[in-house]
């Protein structure tokens, strides 16, 4: 298979950053409305969160997973492995890391393709062989590759922004005169925040679930087997539910990095960041019979 440039997925990105940045600039002036200059301190806080959260984006990945960067001494045949699917990908080789954690999955992080770092758990290499293993390798290399993992890092954080507000708006009400009105302003910026939440969150999924499928594609066009990934992605799946319940909640909020997402409960089964396993495994399986039809 050879890579070619996912369009429907550029087109996507473009879409989702100019609609969240549109939307999040007319919430600013609406609040900077009500606040004035009471509202500078907390956007200042803000963009350097935000600016904090682009360049140490994939420090602070691994750090909420309790991952760290291995040497190649430490795991040399899963460099070899990124290197050599780094050079089929022609892309430069990310920084390699392992977190030890039965839950069997992996993610990329990285403002760029420069700075990328693929991770993956022990739980993972310890359930899949060498070509599954290599399936799901290219597949976040994939994303490194379609560099949207920065964009959802910029649109992630830019949600919890607002979902703050929604949590801990109440805090800049500075009390209430005797008329109510100075919590006047607080209401209306919690619900203004809420909204934007919300579209955010829609948003934020709607480009996730995409992207899953062109990391997948992606993954396959790297490594030229299809039934590998989907090899993996039902072992994943099924795996999961042999993890404790404790361990997939502390891992839960990375949930739209991973391969395989984790959903606990219905309201995760509902609200999940990636396409079902079985549609995935469907579309490799067609990928899987066209290559063998050529």
């Keep these: 298979m050879q890579w070619q440039t996912d369009w429907g997925l550029r087109g996507r990105m473009a879409v989702t950053m100019f609609l969240l940045f549109a939307l999040y600039v007319t919430f600013l002036g609406f609040v900077v409305l009500f606040f004035g200059n009471r509202l500078f301190p907390v956007v200042l806080v803000m963009a350097l969160f935000l600016g904090a959260q682009f360049f140490f984006s994939d420090k602070l990945a691994l750090y909420s997973m309790g991952a760290r960067e291995v ?19 022609d892309l430069p080789k990310p920084k390699v890391a392992v977190a030890d954690s039965r839950t069997p999955n992996a ?24 070509d599954e293993l290599e399936g799901v390798v290219a ?14 890092t910029i649109a992630s954080f830019l949600s919890t922004i607002a979902f703050l507000i929604v949590r801990w708006g109440w805090l800049f009400s500075g ?18 925040s809420l909204v934007v939440w919300i579209v955010s969150f829609l948003l934020i999924r709607a480009l ?15 490594t030229g087997r299809p039934s590998a990934l989907a090899s993996a992605l039902m072992k994943i799946d099924s795996g999961m539910e042999k993890v404790p319940k404790d361990d997939l909640r502390g891992q839960s909020e990375m949930n739209a990095f991973f391969i395989v997402p984790i959903s606990v409960g219905w309201i995760g089964k509902l609200f999940r960041t990636h396409p079902t396993t079985e549609k995935r495994i469907e579309r490799l399986r067609d990928l899987e019979r066209n290559l063998e039809s050529r």
């Design 175 to 192: 009390g209430r005169d005797r008329g109510g009105q100075q919590q006047a302003p607080v209401i209306v910026a919690i619900l203004a």
């Design 139 to 152: 597949h976040e290399l994939a994303h490194v590759k379609n560099r949207d993992v920065m964009v959802m």
């Design 71 to 89: 040497e190649p001494d430490e795991y040399p045949e899963l460099h070899r492995m990124v290197e050599r699917l780094s050079q089929q990908a």
């Design 107 to 130: 993610f990329a992080t990285g403002r760029s393709q420069k700075s990328a770092a693929v991770c993956v758990t022990t739980g993972l290499m310890n359930m899949l062989n060498e």
């Design 208 to 222: 996730s679930r995409y992207r899953e499928f062109a990391a997948d594609r992606g993954g396959a066009a790297i």
